[in-house]
């Protein structure tokens, strides 16, 4: 059972377009993170969202956690080349006792912005 | 600062070696992980270390063996692997509640020959 979807998979746009990553759950979860990856590297932590409705921006990369705390967005608004990689959401599913150490990962979304 | 380290970059190594992947952090981190990576496919969890102690294993056959000598060091021995383990292995560590958010290493790019 995949306990974060996330779409889509695969999103190659043009530098200057807006985009946005999904990241959903029937599960409520006390903290969710996005990462980016770039080829053959460790993914990096771009964000953590930890209260319902929050929103939190990272220059051109706005996030949001749903009210709710079962989803949340990623959206980066004039894309540029750079911003090319694997866009990871991960999160800690709520009341999982000695499992709380563990993050549920998105299947991921790799992004290719074209110049 | 929130790096952690891994060593070696690469490596290459026969079905019948015995080798080991290294992984540091020095921001008093408590918990330690070891993942393996697909190429685009996300992180799967081998195991977490827990105040030094092995708190999960994902079932991961026992041809990979985790050692966590201290609260900065991580290792992962490896002995009589298959072809099919060459991926990316990644470290990552994380302090404390409420978030557990984790900061990854470099990742080591193991091939198995």
């Known amino acids: 059972t995949q306990l974060l979807e996330q779409s889509p998979q695969f999103l190659s746009i043009q530098e200057g377009e807006n985009l946005t990553v999904y990241c959903n759950s029937s599960?409520?979860?006390?903290?969710l993170q996005w990462y980016r990856q770039e080829p053959g590297e460790g993914p990096v932590l771009l964000v953590t969202v930890v209260t319902g409705g929050e929103v939190k921006k990272l220059k051109r990369l706005t996030f949001q956690f749903g009210d709710a705390r079962k989803d949340s967005s990623l959206h980066i608004t004039a894309a540029q080349p750079g911003d090319t990689g694997l866009y990871l959401c991960?999160?800690?599913?709520?009341?999982?006792?000695?499992?709380?150490?563990?993050?549920?990962f998105g299947k991921g979304t790799l992004l290719t912005v074209n110049p | 600062d929130t790096e952690v380290t891994q060593t070696p970059k690469h490596l290459v190594m026969g079905m019948t070696n015995k080798k080991s992947l290294k992984c540091e952090q020095h921001?008093?981190?408590?918990?330690m992980y070891w993942y393996k990576q697909k190429a685009k496919k996300p992180p799967e969890l081998m195991f977490v270390y827990s105040y030094e102690k092995l708190s999960i294993n994902e079932s991961v056959p026992s041809r990979f063996s985790p050692e966590c000598p201290n609260s900065s060091l991580l290792n992962l021995h490896l002995h009589a692997l298959q072809p099919e383990d060459s991926a990316l292995y990644l470290c990552?560590?994380?302090?404390?509640?409420?978030?557990?958010?984790?900061?990854f290493g470099p990742g080591t790019r193991l091939t198995v020959t």
């Open positions: 921001m008093g981190h408590r918990a």
């Open positions: 599960s409520v979860f006390s903290s």
């Open positions: 990552a560590s994380s302090l404390k509640p409420p978030t557990y958010e984790q900061y």
């Open positions: 991960a999160g800690q599913v709520r009341n999982t006792g000695g499992s709380n150490y563990k993050l549920t």
